[in-house]
């Protein structure tokens, strides 16, 4: 692994909850970006943003994936803003066993945003452009890194379900099913 | 492979505990597509006319649109259909909100109640799981009280709620159906669902729908996205503001109030206050809604904000759209701010926002003339506003007089008697109609509030301007982009049409451009209700981004159906002959299509006649206004025919022997 530093392009979403209506356009147009063929099939379950909502404690936060997490945290905190109060849960990107979001409804694996990553690329992810809201801002910003192996969604896909089953497990369940093949 | 649509429905026998999921035939989605259209079908096979409201056999449908579900932008509508106990005809209220994507995502088209279960349950629907349970700890709830406590015991937030307050619980005639942000409110849908002994129906679903022509589709799904975004920025000019953008009007955003206040009659429907809306009301009332309205909301997919959330001190937070922001307020001859109250304990009660009130009202002019008396209204309160709230209480309890007023004006004055009657003067076919009087006859408004089978105004209006505009000049601004219309004939009637003199209301639009006008604003009404699109994106709006040009695409790009216009335009006329056909097996004939009495001061029984029998042929309905047996083959429904003629509502009428008969 080459070590060095090198700028890298991070792609943010701004997220404005006091410019949230719930709508959920995020989750649906995400999904349906995410099929396969592209489009031809939607479900917001798989989404890899999500608007966590209670709309008579008026709380809406659209949260979208970041890393895969294998344990829930120790202990969550409760935060009281503008008198309205929030689990921490609410703010965070994790998949992790604690919740039902960010996973596979199929399989359990964890779903992570890739900024809509496509050939030719977008000008935007397309949860930013359907939320007319204005609650989804897309920014990039220039940002000097450490360089080192980018993760293939395959690794990140793998190392959850060796967390989940063991290694060896998904090792003879990937000899079993390539002899099939 | 089904696409758009699940391909099975739920059904639930609510008397025997027995859950069912039922695979249904594509070639009714072919002849109805979904929503109303499929719902009607199934009521008209499976609900005879002897069925009383009240009854086990008699069924109460949740259905998805065809396209609900789908990322077409604003298409999230849950169509509820069943008889109503008020009108005795069909019931097909409609909400927005969160609850028919779900049903879909949990695999279902449609949700198929029946029976009557002795105990009070609620409905737990996840995914493939389905659970009848025990809501005995919910009796009495309001209907968010009840929600919250669901959706605390299932531990999902992300589960969707439709619910029944005390209203439906007692079988309150107005009672609504409640989710949160919406509410099925008209026809009394709700005491249907309290009779069944179904508190609550809770869903959660984690599946997807698919789309035929994925790239084809999200185009347009994108372009709808940009034109609402433009139309947003862009509101028409010379129309009021309510009127002037997409969505349902935007009672909650917009503060000015004049056109409403001034226009709209206050109390029991009686009287119009010109010169209402002074500064000071505005002041006071736009101070009232910035402090307690929390968020403008928005229904499922959708980026219009129709909804707020109200937070009042004091009272628990609901959530409120459209004209119910005012209907509490101008019964009472009130402020803003008991509107809001009061709507608060109604929304949790679960009643209807236009009949509620204005059955208060109506109970209020009977004992300020005599007809209620003190024994009628024990320590009924000596202040205004005291009153409506004490009358409401009593309504959703049918405590006392609440009993005979649960049933709504024209029963309630049936059973006070005393000529009572005079003061339910606001109904079409035994239903409380938005409190509007008006002055000149309006030709194309004559003939949706006689003909229209929602009974109910908001629901048949829409595309075409409500009035004239000023100038010729303004016209012809409008007609510029106007491309909803279906050909150029509407522009023309429209550019001609004045506010007054020879070519004004009520001899403007002449008699077959009236009919023309109605049926196309009908006509995209009966669509939408079929694909579950919401109105406020495009049957009701000016210019909305949805018309008859763009539709057969999206639809078929969606299904993978063939469609056109002209097929679209057929499966329309389909759809709203079915339901006119259930309300003629049902005893509703020509002498129930009028509007109210009083709507208009000037009223010309003749042209009125005239216009009536006309549109009656221009549909293709007999003198009753029962549609013709030749009418109804040419739509592929012999089988109505067929019934038709063996209950006698029909006589052969020579013109050919009951063709094309489609019963799948």
Redesign the interface.
Request: proline fraction near 12%.
């Given at each position: 692994m080459k070590i060095g530093k090198k700028t890298k392009t991070v792609k943010t979403i701004r997220i404005d909850v006091d410019k949230c209506?719930?709508?959920?356009?995020c989750e649906?147009?995400c999904s349906?970006f995410h099929?396969t063929?592209?489009?031809?099939?939607?479900?917001?379950?798989?989404a890899r943003i999500r608007v966590?909502?209670?709309?008579?404690?008026?709380l809406?936060v659209p949260v979208y994936a970041g890393e895969y997490a294998a344990a829930e945290c120790a202990g969550r905190d409760k935060y009281t803003i503008d008198g309205k109060e929030y689990d921490e849960c609410a703010f965070c990107r994790a998949s992790c066993p604690s919740r039902d979001v960010f996973k596979e409804?199929d399989s359990g694996l964890p779903l992570k945003c890739d900024m809509c990553e496509s050939d030719p690329t977008l000008s935007e992810p397309m949860c930013v452009?359907?939320?007319?809201?204005d609650a989804l801002i897309y920014e990039e910003r220039e940002e000097e890194v450490e360089e080192g192996e980018t993760q293939e969604e395959i690794e990140i896909g793998l190392k959850a379900m060796a967390h989940k089953f063991g290694w060896q497990k998904v090792l003879d369940a990937a000899a079993r099913m390539s002899n099939k093949d | 492979m089904r696409y758009a649509e699940t391909g099975f429905d739920l059904e639930v026998d609510l008397t025997r505990g027995n859950i069912e999921r039922v695979v249904t035939d594509p070639e009714l989605t072919k002849l109805y597509l979904g929503g109303l259209g499929t719902n009607a079908k199934i009521l008209w096979d499976r609900v005879p006319p002897e069925v009383e409201p009240f009854s086990p056999e008699n069924l109460l449908i949740f259905s998805t649109g065809l396209l609900v579900g789908t990322p077409a932008v604003g298409c999230n509508r849950t169509i509820v259909s069943t008889i109503s106990p008020q009108t005795g005809l069909m019931a097909y209220s409609m909400m927005g909100g969160f609850f028919a994507p779900e049903l879909k995502y949990a695999g279902y088209d449609k949700l198929i109640i029946r029976g009557q279960s002795p105990d009070l349950v609620y409905l737990w629907i996840h995914d493939d799981k389905v659970e009848i349970r025990d809501a005995s700890h919910l009796r009495g709830k309001g209907s968010l009280e009840a929600a919250e406590m669901i959706r605390q015991e299932l531990d999902d937030p992300k589960v969707q709620i439709a619910s029944i307050g005390l209203a439906g619980e007692n079988r309150v005639w107005f009672a609504s159906i409640e989710q949160g942000r919406s509410s099925a409110s008209r026809g009394g849908i709700g005491a249907v669902m309290g009779d069944k002994g179904l508190k609550a129906i809770a869903v959660r679903g984690t599946g997807d729908v698919h789309v035929a022509r994925p790239a084809e589709f999200i185009e347009m799904c994108n372009e709808v996205m940009q034109y609402i975004q433009k139309r947003n920025e862009n509101p028409i000019p010379g129309v009021m503001p309510i009127l002037a953008g997409l969505g349902s009007p935007q009672e909650m955003a917009i503060h000015d109030e004049k056109w409403h206040t001034e226009n709209f009659a206050w109390g029991n429907s009686r009287t119009r206050r010109k010169g209402f809306w002074t500064e000071e009301v505005e002041k006071d009332w736009t101070g009232t809604m910035e402090s307690m309205r929390t968020r403008l909301v928005s229904c499922h997919n959708c980026p219009m904000k129709c909804g707020a959330t109200i937070s009042i001190p004091g009272r628990p937070t609901y959530m409120m759209k459209c004209f119910s922001k005012l209907t509490y307020t101008m019964a009472a001859m009130s402020d803003l701010e008991f509107g809001l109250n009061i709507a608060q304990a109604a929304t949790e009660y679960g009643v209807d926002a236009f009949s509620a009130p204005q059955v208060m009202a109506f109970a209020l002019e009977l004992y300020e003339n005599g007809i209620l008396t003190d024994d009628d209204l024990p320590d009924f309160p000596e202040d205004n506003e005291e009153r409506f709230f004490w009358l409401l209480d009593r309504i959703v309890r049918r405590e006392g007089i609440g009993d005979a007023l649960a049933n709504g004006t024209y029963w309630a004055a049936e059973e006070i008697g005393k000529g009572a009657h005079e003061y339910a003067h606001n109904n079409i076919k035994k239903h409380e109609q938005l409190p509007l009087k008006l002055g000149m006859l309006n030709p194309i408004y004559f003939l949706m509030y006689s003909t229209g089978e929602k009974i109910n105004i908001t629901q048949i209006e829409g595309n075409f301007p409500q009035a004239p505009f000023v100038t010729r000049e303004e016209r012809e601004e409008f007609c510029k982009d106007w491309v909803q219309v279906p050909d150029e004939r509407f522009k023309e009637w429209f550019l001609d049409w004045e506010l007054r003199g020879e070519k004004s209301i009520p001899h403007y639009p002449g008699i077959e451009a009236t009919c023309e006008i109605v049926n196309w604003q009908e006509q995209m009404h009966y669509i939408d209700d079929a694909t579950g699109m919401c109105a406020g994106l495009s049957s009701f709006p000016l210019k909305p981004p949805y018309h008859i040009h763009n539709l057969p695409t999206f639809i078929s790009a969606a299904t993978g159906m063939e469609l056109d216009e002209e097929r679209l335009t057929q499966i329309a006329k389909r759809i709203r002959n079915l339901v006119r056909a259930f309300n003629i097996r049902r005893g509703m004939r020509k002498k129930d299509e009028k509007p109210p009495e009083d709507h208009w001061k000037r009223r010309f029984p003749e042209l009125e006649a005239e216009l009536l029998d006309s549109y009656y042929r221009f549909k293709g309905w007999n003198e009753q206004g029962i549609p013709t047996q030749e009418s109804l083959n040419d739509l592929s429904l012999g089988f109505v025919a067929e019934e038709f003629l063996e209950r006698g509502i029909l006589q052969d009428d020579d013109s050919g022997e009951v063709t094309a008969r489609v019963e799948p």
């Open positions: 209506n719930g709508c959920r356009a649906v147009i349906a099929a063929p592209k489009y031809s099939s939607n479900n917001p379950e798989r966590i909502h209670y709309p008579l404690r008026d809406y409804p452009q359907w939320c007319l809201a | -």
